[in-house]
């Protein structure tokens, strides 16, 4: 079993919807959770971390469920720009950590 | 300038071949990494090394091996490349709990 997991996607939305991506894990003693955004073709880059008592950047919010061991992104008022893909992380011990595959988001005009 | 810096971008070679993929960082983290990154299997990390005299295996070493030279440099070696080592690979640096990636080396193995 994959110790993330997310819905591949595609999820294609269009502008100005909100969307929401869910993560599963695995490993109850992950303590540390994110989610990177990684554009076609080029590296990952931290979007945001994830709190246990949810948190929120701009049109971006995220959420932590460690009873049921998920976390998700929700997005709103979608942008053009938002189009990427979108990967889950959790950390366990030090320096564990563990990317999901990625949920593609495409946004159209 | 880019903080993290791989080189080369992309690399053909062929089965059996030595290959040395460098990144450097001006970012002044004691952490690196490399990675590798393939379709339908996410980031997998390789190696790590937390200061110039640590190295430490990753998820999938075998076929790998590194080197820091320096706080800044983390050299990734595949010493005899094979097929299933093609890739796009990735070093990056942490100021914990983020990380900060390199722009990726694409790399395939004929």
């Known amino acids: 079993r994959k110790e993330v997991e997310q819905d591949p996607g595609p999820f294609n939305v269009p502008e100005g919807a909100t969307v929401a991506f869910n993560c599963t894990y695995s490993?109850?003693?992950?303590?540390?959770f994110f989610w990177y955004r990684q554009d076609c073709r080029k590296e990952p880059k931290l979007l945001m971390s994830?709190?246990?008592s949810g948190n929120e950047d701009g049109r971006f919010t995220a959420q932590l469920n460690r009873a049921s061991q998920y976390i998700s992104l929700l997005i709103r008022d979608s942008k053009l720009s938002d189009s990427a893909t979108y990967l889950c992380?959790?950390?366990?011990?030090?320096?564990?950590?563990?990317f999901g595959t990625g949920t593609r988001l495409t946004v159209i005009p | 300038d880019a903080d993290v810096t791989q080189t080369p971008r992309n690399r053909i070679t062929k089965t059996g071949k030595r290959i040395m993929l460098e990144c450097s960082q001006t970012?002044?983290?004691?952490?690196m990494y490399w990675y590798r990154q393939d379709p339908g299997l996410g980031l997998r990390l390789i190696y790590y090394?937390?200061?110039?005299?640590?190295?430490n295996k990753g998820e999938i070493s075998d076929g790998y091996s590194v080197s820091r030279q320096a706080q800044a440099k983390f050299s990734l070696s595949l010493e005899s490349a094979i097929p299933n080592q093609t890739a796009l690979y990735f070093c990056?640096?942490?100021?914990?709990?983020?990380?900060?990636f390199g722009p990726g080396t694409r790399l395939t193995v004929l």
């Open positions: 990056a640096t942490s100021d914990p709990p983020a990380q900060y």
């Open positions: 490993n109850s003693a992950s303590q540390s």
């Open positions: 994830v709190y246990s």
């Open positions: 992380v959790a950390q366990t011990g030090a320096n564990n950590l563990f």
């Open positions: 970012k002044g983290h004691d952490r």
């Open positions: 090394s937390f200061d110039v005299k640590d190295i």
